[in-house]
């Protein structure tokens, strides 16, 4: 009997020996295509026909285009899982998904430190206003002239986190190092064990005392733009965003005048509405810090990532057991 197919979709760049050790399962394939139209093509030439999993990267999207109905449609009737290498799976619409029977997993939990680690430092350089000296600085302008304006201090400061998951709850604990407090919001309140003592508040409330602003929620329809115009105007003046989820959480228009009116004092930004292009106003302005998407890019974590969503793509070719499946389709698990 032939073995079954797991297709690579993107690249494998830590751990190539971890991939290729699923040879004794499965045969390990790669599309030809090099744009989406070519995929599709190939799908409908029966070329992809026995491949029973997918690993998917982030940058692959840049061949396949977003996994939508038109996209799942064409797939072979033999393609039942989708493995994300990532958090965030906005990338995959899931109901078309769901629809044609597709499980799909992505990976949490690995990411939890580096991107709240990131968070850490957008939270401390946006409080501080490191980035306008350090661009000066590097000008020979020593700290900038004139000056910028003084910083403020994470002590005593309210964290507010906006979908508190493994990555908001991993936050709360590293801002507790720096003397802050947390409270939260999210779609349904946590087990106290969970909350870790981070207050559950009701998301006008979150608006309302966040002295920074954490947003640590998936992309999807009902959060695109969550934080828009009228929720600015809730906010305490003078309060600090920042942004380690997916770009669309917030409408970036409207942040841009927040901070324009002095409503938003400073913001940490790694994600962005259209990436890789960041607004030409955010840019312009030396007092926020900006970060090119890079919370997880580190050695350590980009091969915990890897190994995790390797080892979904195992668990379903040898056991079809379900590892990390995504939180909308736990029924299919
Ligand atoms: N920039 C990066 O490189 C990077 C890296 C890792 C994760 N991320 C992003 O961070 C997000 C969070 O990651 P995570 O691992 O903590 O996910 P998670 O699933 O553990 O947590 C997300 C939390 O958001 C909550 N939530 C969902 N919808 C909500 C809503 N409408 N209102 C309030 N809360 C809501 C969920 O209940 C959950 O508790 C990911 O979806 C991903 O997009 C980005």
Known sequence: MSKPKALLLGDINFVPKFWESLSSIAELVRPAARSRAEFIEECKAGKLDGVVAAYRTFNSVDVTGRFDEEFVSCFPESWKFVCHNGAGYDQVDIDACTQHNICVFNV???VDDATADTAMF???GALRGFNTSMLACREGKWRGHPPPPLGHDPQG???GVLGMGGIGRNMKKKAEMFGMSTIHHNRKPLSEELAGGAKYVSFEELLEQSDVLSLNLPLNANTRHIISTKEFEKMK???VIVNTARGAVIDEDALVKALDSGLVWSVGLDVYE???KIHHVLIANSH???LPHMETWTIETGIKMEEWNIGNV????EKGKLNSIVPEQADMA
């Open 288 to 290: 926020v810090m900006l």
């Open 122 to 124: 957008l939270i401390l």
């Open 314 to 317: 195992r668990a379903v070719l």
């Open 237 to 239: 003046k003078g309060v």
């Open 108 to 110: 949490p939990t690995a």
């Open 274 to 276: 259209e990436e890789p």
């Open 157 to 159: 400061k309210t964290l």
